[in-house]
């Protein structure tokens, strides 16, 4: 409807009620309700929603309050409208399936979330108003700019899109096979966009500058770089020298930039040696959309430099580059098992900030451990040679074994 619905987050909900009324808001409630994994534990029923634990994904979570909050009974939902088909989300498609008996009526409905990008193509209408119009130019458009804005403010975005099955090709009982995919995937009907706040924790700022003065480079997706200093204030980016300047962006010598964001689609392009460049000539690099494979061959770039590196993550698709790293690092709590047997450390609190205490402690251990050995050469190389003058050179032994005793205890 090229319009943004922001989430009523009180207890009263007075909000609520003109979104329930909107036709193109209800379908995408209805998306984000069935296109979800996530259930609320049972036995919560007297506790405010924002407060209810959950079973899932933290942004299916997510998904599942709002819904919850705007329409209630989402569980009575989808018993309503039985999946009988899905397929899961994984980093190689970037979005989940699932096929649904639709309550009253013999037809199906394919309701499907991910990545924006991704959904957008598949998507031959889109919903505006309550009706179902073609996606022309200016249809695409706005979505690029409704993307790029809700992403630029370092938020979460995933796109909706439904189609309504034939009945006629799709009858009650058809086999839906998830494997050869025996049901569109492409011309479906795009619905809208949904954003949730993903804000790093608070101590992350501070850790980011203890790594930059530990001599540290952090890099990372380019919706919390800002957020958490990574950009530092005053660092420009290409794209920042060019709008100052007024200048066409081929016109900017990259060198001048101190800061640098690469998406995943120019990453795709770059060769090792261009990469190589990069990581080189800029201190404060972010990424951004990057694919597990993309992840890998940054780490393999940061190698080549001669770069010790370390990798978090907590998902499957984080594990080719935990393994590749010289440190991975995956998150206790929220983390994969897969990502887990891949790391060599797991964070037990989540938390950023405790990667830092960590590589404060190991540094304190090897400085400790460096004054150690120097302050025990000192005493035995004194000791060491007067016995080797007396094997090799044949002079009487200065210090005699119960004196190098004597001076050791």
Known sequence: DDKIWEADTSEDQSSSQMQKENKTWVALARIASLCNRASFKPNQEHIPVLKRECLGDASESALLKCVELSFGHVETMREKNKKVAEIPFNSTNKYQVSVHELENENQYLLVMKGAPERIFDRCSTIMINGEDRPIDEEQKEAFNKAYLELGGMGERVLGFCDYLLPQDKFPRGYPFNTDEVNFPLEGLRFVGLIAMIDPPRAAV???????????????????????????????????????????????????????????????KKLSPQELDQILKWHPEIVFARTSPQQKLIIVEGCQRQGAIVAVTGDGVNDSPALKKADIGVAMGIAGSDVSKQAADMILLDDNFASIVTGVEEGRLIFDNLKKSIAYTLTSNIPEISPFLLYIILNIPLPLGTVTILCIDL
């Open 205 to 267: 700022p501070d850790a980011v500058a203890k790594c930059r003065s530990a001599g540290i480079k952090v890099i990372t997706a380019k919706a919390i770089a800002k957020q958490v200093g990574i950009i530092s204030e005053g660092s420009e980016t290409v794209e920042d020298i060019s709008s100052r300047l007024n200048i066409p962006l081929h016109e900017v010598n990259p060198r001048d930039a101190k800061a640098c964001v690469i998406h995943g689609g120019e990453l």
